[in-house]
């Protein structure tokens, strides 16, 4: 990933480079667009987020429908930052029961397809599984797989909208992404990043029709080792259904070691 | 009720543990009930044979993490009672293992299951456990096998040893069941090697991907896990000794899954069977999101053959599997997976229907309820699925996870 970072930021560098030259000559303004400036800030937010190289973490699911019935998800998640590339991940289901002890191992490549495998503890077999289905909804929930991937800078194009107030009393950047990988639901995305510590505060989903699909709130922010902030609480409202997913997020550990022989297939099948 | 030397008292301690499952951090009990019941559609044509059958299974795990994760202690035991057949009245240890990583190094000691393989509709290649016939016949369920196992992992492959002490035979069904063998089946078996079922087998795996393609060679050296068996000539199952050399690959690109599994199983004396090449390949194409995302759908078809051609002794020696998967999106996972084997030589078919959705807590447990149907037509009489032609059935079973 830094690799892409240090490309893109080269780009974005050369590209004011070559404005401020132009202003200068041309006695102009600062003359920076706001596809110019929402790619900054995004990278900024990025950088803010490197160098956790490990963590740890549960996430308990809450799927509502219309009606307010609620059925819950309990997934361990580990993650593995890697140079160069896409992160690794690893998912073991918990609950419900008829799915605890199947796992999920992802190494995301950005705008190249990731690698996926499934882990089936009946018949202890793992399996190679395409990643194509990004759209699909995660474990029937209101959050797509490629809600919950890797967010890599070069998955969007981004544009700033404005600054305002948001969330719990932040002062945010207003961006609008575009996704450039395959296969996405979106036509676009606006997100809320807050100033301060370049968190994602809120996100709202457009479909391919350019209605608004879904919003996702972040709320109760931590910092952990290392001036990582996380959110407790994912909200995810769809708003052409009416259904609603929270993810409660437990256990975050920046800390305890991990390295690529626990992001590996026999990793799979030796999981708690 | 019939007890095979795995152990019967663990087991009965087990059983009196059972309660609220445990989840203490590294600790993990649980156990699932499984309530089935079976209906066979057609009259047989033998008056002995029942047509239906109920049964109860339960299986209990406990797993045990410690030296901070690098140490796994698994224990999962299987029990049933059925109603009709005595033969599936049993109690087994399927794992009772201990696994052990050091950095690149894995090793496991124990009862263990092992799966090798790339294929749906058959698993050809998967060689170190015995199937067992007696929970289905799509001969996924595994009877555990003693195993030394010890894995190194490199960057993206890892090459396997076993050393595999003692031998589990296949079970059969009692006669009386529909889809058990034409005959009775001898219970003291014949072995080829001198040690009987405790000659020590070996086998040799090397695994691993590189961008779209997963790989895996595999030898094995040892009892062979098939009988050589028949209703006719030989009526006591002969355990041969065989090496096995076997080649999976898959490549995932898209929304395609193309796999090929390939074996060469030569006999280690020609007067036992004669040696033989066997393969199946395939692809698995899937639609995603359709009908505005309410289900995904993926198509399947696999194609088996057998260097034996008539001669061979397994179902699959010119047969063409297609397949449906339907996977929907919603929060009970409902799924329908659908199957239709066609021998290319005498048109003999079989058909193969699965649904099932999770339905709620009962008790304190989650459940998942299924409904599964088979069926043969056009059966051959030179078709080694003869004896299945009466054997439709219907089978609608609930589980239980605790």
């Given at each position: 990933m830094p690799f892409v970072k240090v490309i893109v930021k080269t780009i974005i560098v050369a590209q004011l480079g070559f404005l401020t030259l132009f202003g200068l000559t041309f006695n102009l303004a600062f003359a920076q667009t706001a596809e110019e400036r929402g790619t900054e800030i995004a990278i900024a937010a990025d950088q803010r987020d490197s160098g956790w190289k490990h963590i740890t973490a549960d996430m308990e699911m809450i799927l509502r429908n219309r009606a307010g019935r609620e059925s819950r998800r309990k997934i361990t998640n580990r993650q593995l930052e890697v140079d160069g590339d896409g992160d690794k991940s690893l998912s073991l289901f918990k609950q419900p029961k008829d799915v605890a002890g199947t796992?999920?191992?992802?190494?995301?490549?950005?705008?190249?397809?990731?690698?996926?495998?499934?882990f089936l503890p009946s018949i202890k077999r793992v399996k190679r599984i395409s990643s194509k289905n990004k759209s699909g909804p995660f474990m029937g929930s209101e959050f797509a797989f490629e809600d919950l991937a890797s967010q890599e800078i070069e998955k969007y194009t981004y544009k700033l909208l404005r600054e305002e107030a948001c969330g719990e009393g932040y002062q945010c950047y207003v961006i609008e992404r575009i996704p450039q990988y395959e296969s996405s639901a979106y036509k676009r995305q606006i997100t809320w990043i807050d100033k301060d510590q370049y968190r994602n505060i809120k996100v709202e989903f457009y479909d391919r029709k350019d209605s608004l699909l879904k919003t996702l709130e972040m709320t109760g922010f931590k910092e952990y080792a290392g001036g990582y902030w996380r959110a407790d609480r994912f909200e995810m409202t769809n708003h052409q259904t009416g259904k609603s997913t929270r993810l409660n997020w437990k256990n975050y550990?920046?800390?305890?070691?991990?390295?690529?022989?626990?992001?590996?297939?026999?990793?799979?099948?030796?999981?708690? | 009720m019939k007890t095979s030397i795995w152990l019967a008292s663990p087991i009965a301690g087990f059983v009196l543990f059972l309660g609220a499952p445990i989840i203490v951090h590294g600790i993990e009990f649980g156990y699932t009930v499984e309530i089935e019941a079976r209906g066979y559609t057609e009259n047989a044509p033998n008056p002995a044979r029942f047509d239906s059958n109920f049964a109860i299974s339960i299986e209990p795990e406990f797993k045990h993490s410690f030296n901070g994760g690098d140490t796994l202690f698994?224990?999962?035991s299987f029990g049933r009672w059925d109603n009709n057949d005595d033969a599936r009245q049993h109690?087994?240890?399927?794992?009772?293992?201990?696994?052990?990583?050091?950095?690149?190094?894995?090793?496991?000691?124990?009862?263990?299951?092992?799966?090798?393989?790339?294929?749906?509709?058959?698993?050809?290649?998967?060689?170190?456990?015995?199937?067992?016939f007696l929970e289905g016949i799509d001969g996924e369920d595994k009877l555990g096998q003693p195993m030394l196992r010890l894995s190194r992992a490199f960057d993206q492959s890892a090459l396997t040893l076993f050393a595999l002490p003692g031998f589990r035979e296949r079970k059969f069904l009692s006669i009386k069941n529909p889809i058990a063998l034409p005959c009775e089946v001898n219970n003291k078996p014949e072995y080829e090697s001198d040690d009987g079922d405790n000659h020590v087998d070996y086998a040799l795996r090397f695994s691993g991907y590189r961008g779209i393609v997963d790989y895996g060679f595999s030898w094995f050296h040892g009892t062979s896990r098939d009988p050589i068996f028949n209703c006719v000539s030989r009526r006591i199952p002969f355990y041969a000794l065989i090496d096995q050399y076997g080649l999976e690959v898959q490549t995932t690109s898209g929304a395609w899954l193309w796999k090929l599994e390939a074996i060469r199983r030569e006999f280690d004396h020609s007067t036992a069977a004669d040696d033989f090449t066997a393969v199946v390949g395939g692809f698995e194409y899937s639609f995603?999101?359709?009908?505005?995302?309410?289900?995904?759908?993926?198509?399947?078809?696999?194609?088996?053959?057998?260097?034996?051609?008539n001669r061979a002794t397994v179902v699959f020696q010119n047969d063409l599997f297609i397949g449906l998967r339907l996977g929907f999106n919603d929060a009970e996972s409902s799924e329908v997976l659908a199957g239709a084997f066609i021998d290319r030589d005498d048109q003999t078919s079989s058909f193969r229907i699965e649904a099932s959705r999770r339905t709620g807590k009962i008790f304190w447990a989650d459940s998942r309820i299924s409904l599964e149907a088979q069926a043969f037509s056009n059966v051959d009489p030179g078709n080694i699925s003869f004896s299945l032609r009466h054997s439709d059935f219907v089978l609608l079973s609930l589980t239980l996870f605790f």
């Open positions: 796992a999920m191992l992802t190494f995301s490549h950005g705008l190249v397809a990731d690698d996926q495998w499934l550990d920046f800390e305890s070691p991990l390295d690529d022989q626990d992001f590996s297939q026999n990793a799979l099948k030796r999981l708690l | 698994t224990f999962t109690i087994d240890i399927r794992e009772l293992n201990v696994v052990h990583v050091a950095g690149n190094w894995e090793t496991l000691a124990g009862l263990g299951k092992v799966f090798w393989g790339v294929a749906e509709s058959n698993h050809l290649v998967d060689v170190i456990n015995q199937t067992d995603y999101g359709m009908s505005d995302g309410l289900f995904d759908l993926g198509v399947l078809a696999e194609y088996h053959h057998d260097s034996r051609g």
